[in-house]
């Protein structure tokens, strides 16, 4: 009997032990998943926070260049200039390129709208710069000058023969 009673005891104190470590493995697993759920959660905090300051940033940007572009159109709007081109009646005539020259320096000519008119924006006083008109199919000055205190040019061309 004795022999029995010591199988009995170490059969128990082995259950015991396994028990004991599923317990503590089932602790452990619970602790890991404990954590794990408050380090995602904390990662979605911060990125629900990055998320918020970057939408923050991207309004204040966005105000900034709303701002720039307003300003950069009222500059554009002071230094617009207007060039028409008519014929002899009078009325508007497209496709007539346009040449503004500052000095020896031209620009590429650019042709007149539908509307028979050119705007640009002149950096420095209307008075530095020259118009032509280099086609050959019209008859003009040589040039053209601003009138002092406008920013409008009208040019009178004739179609020629």
């Known amino acids: 009997m004795n022999n029995k009673l010591l199988r009995i005891m170490a059969l128990t104190c082995v259950l015991l032990a396994f028990i004991l470590v599923f317990v503590a493995c089932d602790d452990e697993g619970a602790t ?10 904390t990662e ?3 990125e629900e926070k990055t998320e918020a300051q970057t939408e923050e940033k991207t ?23 207007k060039i028409v081109v008519v014929d002899e009646s009078g ?9 503004i ?9 650019v042709p007149t709208n539908s509307d028979g008119f050119v705007e640009k924006a002149l950096d ?4 530095e710069y020259t118009v032509k008109i280099p086609d050959p199919r019209y ?3 040589e040039y053209y000058t601003f009138p ?4 409008t040019l009208t040019i009178t061309v004739t179609v020629a023969e």
Request: proline share 8%; hydrophobic share 25%; aromatic share 2%.
């Open 101 to 109: 020259c500052q000095g020896e320096i031209c620009l590429i000519p």
């Open 44 to 46: 979605l905090k911060s």
């Open 32 to 41: 890991d998943t404990t954590s794990v759920k408050t380090e995602a959660q």
């Open 59 to 81: 309004e204040k940007m966005t105000e900034k260049v709303t701002e720039t572009e307003a300003v950069t159109e009222e500059k554009k709007d002071e230094n617009t200039y």
């Open 148 to 151: 002092e205190d406008s920013k």
């Open 124 to 127: 420095a006083d209307p008075s």
């Open 91 to 99: 009325a508007p005539v497209p496709n007539v390129p346009v040449q």
């Open 139 to 141: 008859v003009t000055e």
